[in-house]
């Protein structure tokens, strides 16, 4: 638990890789252009601490590629965001890739800055709305956090992340660090972020519910 609630804490205050992660983009299918699926993150998905490619979105691309060549992925992730650097970012990335797939990777961050839920809760809704009035499905990639946070907060921050995706209709990947959370092994050397070994199983994890929008 020690070992979760420090993970959770670097996502709020690694800023080290300020810059979005650099594009991944999956080819074309021949005579037509990919449509995209965008992933709007955290230090969760911006690959940080670990050698650039190796990430969850990287390997995303790669599976993408080989199985829906019709997509490209793009990683808009930036380390420390919260869901209101999302609000902000999210009109602009709208308009420059067009996605038909919007994935949104935040919250964490929120709760380690002590904003109140119903903040995180308005603006998941507010990304979740624009990207569908763009005419993007949604999936919504739920965190959790540790119950020494207050058992009733942190039942109630992971309640959002479904409220919200049921109320938008979106897609809803309960806790992207299933399976990982408690192991060491998992880990970089400092601890806290999940090492290169990790990344297939963050993939894994959101893969059976982004697939079906793929189809």
Do not use: C
Not at 110 to 125: I, K, S, V, W
Not at 155 to 163: G, P, Y
């Amino acid at each position: 638990m020690r070992l979760f609630s420090r993970l959770l804490l670097v996502t709020a205050f690694a800023t080290a890789a300020a810059a979005p992660a650099h594009a991944q983009t999956a080819a074309a299918a021949q005579g037509s252009s990919p449509r995209t699926v965008l992933v709007v993150g955290d230090s969760l998905s911006a690959e940080y601490g670990i050698k650039r490619g190796t990430g969850w979105v990287p390997l995303l691309s790669e599976r993408v590629s080989e199985q829906y060549p019709k997509f490209k992925v793009v990683n808009a992730s930036i380390s420390g965001d919260t869901t209101s650097g999302g609000v902000a970012r999210l009109p602009a990335l709208l308009r420059q890739h067009a996605p038909a797939v919007v994935v949104l990777e935040l919250g964490a961050n929120d709760a380690l800055r002590g904003l109140p839920l119903n903040m995180t809760e308005q603006n998941l809704r507010t990304m979740a709305q624009a990207a569908r009035k763009a005419d993007a499905d949604v999936l919504i990639v739920g965190m959790q956090i540790p119950p020494n946070y207050g058992r009733d907060y942190a039942q109630r921050f992971a309640a959002v992340f479904s409220k919200v995706a049921k109320d938008e209709n979106a897609r809803l990947v309960p806790f992207l660090m299933e399976g990982i959370a408690t192991n060491r092994a998992m880990f970089q050397a400092d601890g806290i972020h999940p090492n290169e070994d990790a990344q297939p199983q963050l993939l894994d994890n959101v893969w059976p519910t982004l697939r079906p929008l793929l189809n």
